[in-house]
T-cell receptor, first 109, second 120 residues
Framework: KQEVTQIPAALSVPEGENLVLNCSFT??????LQWFRQDPGKGLTSLLL?????REQTSGRLNASLDKSSGRSTLYIAASQPGDSATYLC????????FGQGTELSVKP | GAVVSQHPSRVICKSGTSVKIECRSL??????MFWYRQFPKQSLMLMAT?????????EQGVEKDKFLINHASLTLSTLTVTSAHPEDSSFYIC????????????????FGPGTRLTVL
């Protein structure tokens, strides 16, 4: 059974700091790894999608990497801003999306 | 980009009543839609996969007769919570799969804004 785990569950950092969110998955059969952002009481916003043939994707201050052999993905956020405060979810896709529990990020001004 | 809407965004109902939630893909056709449930401070759990013109596929532990899914057109899927009880209170999110990207392995799901259901 595919499981997706995210560490840490919550993270609080001062504005401007670079940070890394971690995601691990148990099934190497996944073919996509996706990172989402969720604001309180809202739906999901897709941030980055990494296909299994890729190692990383970048969008602005965000960089996501994928290592299928170790079953890990990381989301790197550079120069964090208060507006980055949200819950970040990773999801592995192997036919259907399996979500991790999320990391609740708080960036303090 | 592709947009998925949900209606209503919030609903409060009395225990024992039924509630219908709509999920629409606004600018693309979605042969497959997915329904998720999210409890506070928890992740999204897939409830069922809805395929246009056929019966939905439910995940283990999800009651088919309680959560009725209809996918009658390529742009609309509905989830009806029948005889709702307070434990059904949750955040329900749908997504629609867009096959416009080339290759099955690059298919993308677009998520709706969610529906907050509160059963009194």
């Amino acid at each position: 059974k595919q499981e997706v785990t995210q560490i840490p569950a919550a993270l609080s950092v001062p504005e401007g700091e670079n940070l890394v969110l971690n995601c691990s998955f148990t099934d190497s059969a996944i073919y996509n790894l996706q990172w989402f952002r969720q604001d309180p009481g809202k739906g999901l916003t897709s941030l980055l999608l990494i296909q299994s043939s890729q190692r990383e994707q970048t969008s602005g201050r965000l960089n996501a990497s994928l290592d299928k052999s170790s079953g890990r993905s990381t989301l790197y956020i550079a120069a964090s801003q208060p507006g980055d405060s949200a819950t970040y979810l990773c999801a592995g896709q192997g036919g259907k999306l399996i979500f991790g529990q999320g990391t609740e990020l708080s960036v303090k001004p | 980009g592709a947009v998925v809407s949900q209606h209503p965004s919030r609903v409060i109902c009395k225990s024992g009543t039924s509630v219908k939630i709509e999920c629409r893909s606004l600018d693309f056709q979605a042969t497959t839609m997915f329904w998720y449930r999210q409890f506070p401070k928890q992740s999204l759990m897939l409830m069922a996969t809805s395929n246009e013109g056929s019966k939905a596929t439910y995940e283990q532990g999800v009651e088919k007769d309680k959560f009725l899914i209809n996918h009658a057109s390529l742009t609309l899927s509905t989830l009806t919570v029948t005889s709702a009880h307070p434990e059904d209170s949750s955040f329900y999110i749908c997504s629609a799969r867009d096959y416009r990207a080339s290759g099955l392995n690059t298919d993308t799901q677009y998520f709706g804004p969610g529906t907050r259901l509160t059963v009194l």
